[in-house]
C-alpha cells in the first residue's frame, strides 16, 4: 500500500486499538489509502476548505482529506473506541483535525466551521439519508456548505440522481436536483470494505447551486411532492386531490396531464405546479 502519510496502516490501526466493526454502527472500513485519497479528490479542491466528515472510524477518510490538503477536518464519530486511533491522526496533522465524540444526528457540527465548508464521508447506512435531507433542506438557500461527497448503497446513489420515467425517481431526486448539480462520482464493490456489506456502494457528488434551479416555495413543493409520490401508481389527478380540490384544473394550468403519475413529472413542472398553487 502506498504511503500518503507517515502513519501507520489502517490493519495495523484496527488492530493496535482493537476496532472489530460493528454492525449496529454500520461499520464497514476502508483500509486502502489510495481508495480514500481518491474519495478525497471527488470532493474537489480542498486547500483553503474547512471539511465535516461523519463517521471518521479509524480515519482511512480522515487521513486521505487531509492528505489532499483540506484546510481543517472536524469529524464527528459515535464510537468511542476510535478516539485514539484518531488522535494519533491529529498529533501528525497538528491543528488541522479535530474530533467530536457524539450522534452526528444531534450535534450541529456544521456550526464550528468556517465557509468555503466541504462535507466528505463514508456513511454509516443508517443514518445516511437522513442526514442527507437535513443538509439538503437548510433554513435558507444557499446552504453552508458548498459540496457534498457523500458514500451510499448504490440503490440510495441512483435515487439521488435519477431521471423521471425511472423507477428510482422520487422525493430524494428532486430534494437533490432542485438545488444542486449531482452526479454519481464513484462506484465500489463490496470488497472495497472491511467487513465487506452485502450491497455495492457509490459515491455521490452534490454541488449546491448559489439559486434554486427553478423557484418554487420549498414547503409546498415538498407538500406536492410529497403526495405525487406517497401513491406513485396514481394519476395526479387522484393522488395530488388532497393537495388543492380543483388539482385538475391547476395541472392543465401548467400543462401536466392530470392523468399522468409523479415519476414522469420533471422538477422543472413540479415547480411549475407549486407556484400554480401558491399563487
Ligand atoms: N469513515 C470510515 C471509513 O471510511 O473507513 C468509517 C465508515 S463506517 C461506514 C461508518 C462510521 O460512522 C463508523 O465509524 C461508525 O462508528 C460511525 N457512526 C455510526 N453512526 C454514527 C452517528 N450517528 N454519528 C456519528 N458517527 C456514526
Not at 479528490?41 to 486547500?47: F, M
Not at 491522526?89 to 466551521?113: F, H, K, Q, T
Not at 427553478?214 to 409546498?220: Q, R, S, T, V
Not at 387522484?238 to 401536466?256: D, F, M, Q, R, T
Amino acid at each position: 500500500m502506498a504511503m500518503i502519510d507517515g502513519l501507520p496502516p489502517l490493519r495495523e490501526v484496527i488492530a493496535t486499538h482493537d476496532l472489530s466493526a460493528k454492525k449496529a454502527l454500520g461499520q464497514n472500513f476502508l483500509l486502502d489509502l489510495n481508495l480514500t485519497a481518491k474519495i478525497a479528490r471527488q470532493a474537489g479542491d480542498l486547500s483553503g476548505t474547512d471539511v465535516l466528515e461523519v463517521g471518521p472510524g479509524p480515519g482511512g477518510l480522515t487521513r486521505g482529506l487531509l492528505a489532499e490538503g483540506a484546510r481543517k477536518v472536524l469529524a464527528v464519530e459515535k464510537d468511542p473506541r476510535c478516539l485514539p486511533a484518531l488522535a494519533e491522526i491529529a498529533d501528525a496533522y497538528p491543528g488541522r483535525l479535530e474530533v467530536v465524540e457524539g450522534d452526528a444526528l444531534a450535534i450541529n457540527a456544521l456550526d464550528r466551521l468556517t465557509p468555503p465548508i466541504a462535507i466528505c464521508a463514508n456513511l454509516p447506512y443508517n443514518v445516511g439519508t437522513e442526514l442527507l435531507v437535513r443538509w439538503l433542506t437548510p433554513p435558507a438557500w444557499p446552504p453552508v456548505w458548498n459540496t457534498l461527497t457523500l458514500m451510499f448503497q448504490k440503490e440510495v446513489a441512483e435515487r439521488i440522481v435519477a431521471k423521471p420515467g425511472s423507477k428510482a425517481y422520487g422525493r430524494l431526486a428532486i430534494l437533490a436536483q432542485w438545488r444542486c448539480d449531482v452526479h454519481v462520482a464513484m462506484h465500489l464493490p463490496p470488497e472495497a470494505f472491511t467487513p465487506p456489506p452485502k450491497v455495492s456502494s457509490a459515491v455521490v457528488h452534490l454541488r449546491a447551486l448559489a439559486e434554486p434551479r427553478f423557484e418554487a416555495d420549498p414547503k409546498i413543493l415538498e407538500r406536492v411532492v410529497a403526495a405525487g409520490f406517497n401513491q406513485r401508481r396514481k394519476m395526479l389527478r387522484a393522488s395530488l386531490k388532497g393537495v388543492s380540490p380543483n388539482i385538475e384544473e391547476h395541472l392543465n394550468a401548467v400543462g401536466i396531464a392530470p392523468t399522468e403519475r409523479a415519476e414522469q413529472v420533471s422538477v422543472e413542472q413540479f415547480c411549475a405546479l407549486a407556484r400554480q398553487l401558491g399563487g
